[in-house]
């Protein structure tokens, strides 16, 4: 009984970091509206995902294309990609990928060719709202050589012919009925949202074990993930749209860290390490993050190019970089981030020039009217409405000068916004805004953008809302070069193209640029393993490798 009781004393003796941990509580500021890995775009659904479900391909943190579930990267050199000639008559190319051998759903069910031809067939169909639609249209022809070894057949040969990007798996055993039934209402019936804690949905270390809808997301391990096993039990997403609030949730213990991919803003980050020292690790990682505005362009008053360019004249961007991020974020002057080899440095830049701006107005017929308001021949008034993710204080702050900074020219902004779910979820997927959305785009390393700028990638209801050039861009040169981009090997060839599409987006101004950001990762001192990526493949795709000093 002594003994007992003096292993009990030691035990609580115990510095607190000393004690096991085996649960990590994350804060991140969105809620994913779908679970659905192939339908919608949003950058917590991804972070979320990378804990539970593996993609075949992914770039890792030093921006290199692996293999997650394939055996080999394939390339014209190792075989696995061969030239050949389309039954048409075109070039093409036949490209062959291995699944690692012993993958499983978290079911037990194993992972094979089978759920690829789902895939497949269901990215094909149209009416299903599964893109990216133009690697569908490519990709013309599926063999399963056997349960593990799958071939495309592509239409045309392009330097990206490696990466499957977002042509993941999904579990055939389970999806495959549900889509067959009716592929147009597929998306509503999914699994995914409506049965989400059905393990056989799930590939990763981890698997969704609880959903509380808008709020919080629990994962626990996978017991049938094949690969090193994670340390973490159980790892609880919590979202937190106010980002005030979460950074309280942080000071309070309530979360553990908060991720860089969607937490506190640069200059919150900064202030919090200021103030708490030593408590929490802090980094701030630049990357592939393109904060702008997309604008209705297909709407008056947008529709006028002059409208646009005016309005970027009238942003001193420089300026809000300085007082509200402390001089943390990139101007941008291009969708093509400098990290990006393909940036260019000569693309045309839009100086803060306010009398120029005015004078475009002028020109477009808006001239200045009561109360320091714009309006055109017909009485109306220049008024824009401006919305961005609600909560997000950096955003908000944002749009406070953006705001400030169009009146001074004569333009109104018109300030609603949503929370994000139904902002991306709705709003946005299907076109229902009318003048100009704060947000950003996460791109992978060299990502062609043929799906925000495409004229075919206009999402409609005929193609159930899939594309994501939400506004409504059209131009003949910029589609023949998002198709001939991809398709050219030479690396100089393809810079001079990237610089004119740089050249022609610049000039016509689909969205405003206004910065490429830097993310405040936000960690424990005994959390390790993390590492941020800077791109579009989330950090939660290595959770396996996160564990305690």
């Not at 096991?20 to 192939?38: C, E, F, K, M, V």
């Not at 895939?119 to 690697?135: L, V």
């Not at 506190?264 to 592939?288: D, H, I, K, M, N």
């Not at 401006?386 to 406070?400: I, K, P, V, Y």
Request: with cysteine; charged share 25%.
């Amino acid at each position: 009984m002594a003994a007992r009781f003096l292993i009990c004393l030691l035990l609580l003796a115990l510095p607190a970091q000393a004690q096991p941990r085996d649960a990590l509580t994350i804060g991140i500021t969105q809620y994913p509206s779908t679970l659905h890995p192939n339908i919608e775009n949003m950058v917590a659904k991804s972070y979320v995902l990378g804990f539970a479900r593996r993609p075949v391909t992914a770039y890792d943190p030093d921006w290199r294309l692996i293999c997650l579930l394939c055996e080999t990267i394939p390339t014209l050199e190792n075989g696995l990609a061969v030239r050949e000639t389309t039954p048409d008559g075109r070039p093409g190319l036949r490209v062959t990928w291995v699944l690692r051998e012993g993958l499983r759903w978290g079911d037990g069910t194993p992972i094979t060719t089978a759920d690829l031809r789902f895939t497949y067939d269901a990215g094909r169909d149209g009416t299903t709202g599964i893109g990216p639609a133009e690697f569908y249209r490519s990709a013309y022809e599926f063999i399963a050589e056997d349960e593990r070894r799958f071939t495309l057949r592509f239409d045309r040969v392009t330097f990206e012919f490696g990466s499957l990007g977002d042509f993941a798996p999904l579990p055939a055993h389970l999806e495959r009925a549900r889509w067959e039934q009716e592929p147009r209402t597929y998306r509503t019936r999914t699994l995914y949202d409506t049965e989400p804690t059905n393990p056989g949905l799930w590939n990763g270390p981890f698997r969704v074990a609880q959903v509380q809808a808008g709020a919080a997301i629990t994962l626990e391990r996978n017991p049938h993930w094949s690969g090193p096993a994670p340390h973490f039990r159980r790892i609880t997403i919590r979202t937190v749209e106010n980002t005030p609030a979460l950074e309280a949730q942080l000071l309070a213990g309530q979360v553990d860290m908060i991720a860089g991919e969607l937490g506190l803003p640069v200059e919150q980050a900064s202030a919090l390490a200021r103030r708490t020292g030593t408590r929490f690790r802090t980094e701030f990682r630049p990357g592939l993050v393109y904060e702008h505005m997309d604008l209705r362009m297909d709407q008056p008053p947008l529709e006028d190019r002059r409208v646009r360019q005016a309005l970027l004249h009238a942003l001193d961007r420089e300026q809000i970089v300085a007082r509200l991020f402390e001089g943390r974020q990139t101007v941008a002057h291009t969708s093509v981030n400098p990290l990006d080899w393909p940036h260019d440095e000569n693309v045309r830049r839009y100086n803060h020039d306010p009398a120029r701006a005015a004078a475009l107005l002028e020109e477009a017929g808006w001239t200045m009217g009561p109360g320091g308001i714009r309006r055109n021949a017909a009485g109306e008034r220049l008024s824009i409405e401006l919305m961005t993710t609600a909560g997000n204080r950096s955003r908000e702050a944002t749009q406070q000068v953006i705001q400030a900074q169009w009146r001074a020219v004569g333009v109104e902004a018109r300030i609603r916004n949503e929370p994000p779910r139904v902002l991306f979820g709705e709003t946005l997927s299907r076109r229902r805004f009318t003048g100009a959305v704060l947000f950003a785009w996460v791109s992978a390393p060299e990502g062609v953008p043929r799906s925000s700028l495409h004229s075919t990638e206009i999402p409609t209801a005929e193609r159930n809302w899939s594309g994501q050039n939400y506004p409504g861009f059209r131009n003949a040169e910029m589609d023949a070069l998002l198709e001939a981009l991809p398709q050219e090997l030479d690396r100089e060839r393809r810079r001079a193209m990237w610089h004119r599409l740089q050249a022609i987006y610049a000039e016509e101004l689909p969205a405003l640029p206004l910065w490429f950001r830097q993310d405040a990762h936000v960690w424990p001192q005994w959390l390790t393993g993390v590492r941020p990526t800077g791109h579009l493949n989330p950090s939660s795709l290595w959770a396996e490798r996160w564990g305690v000093r």
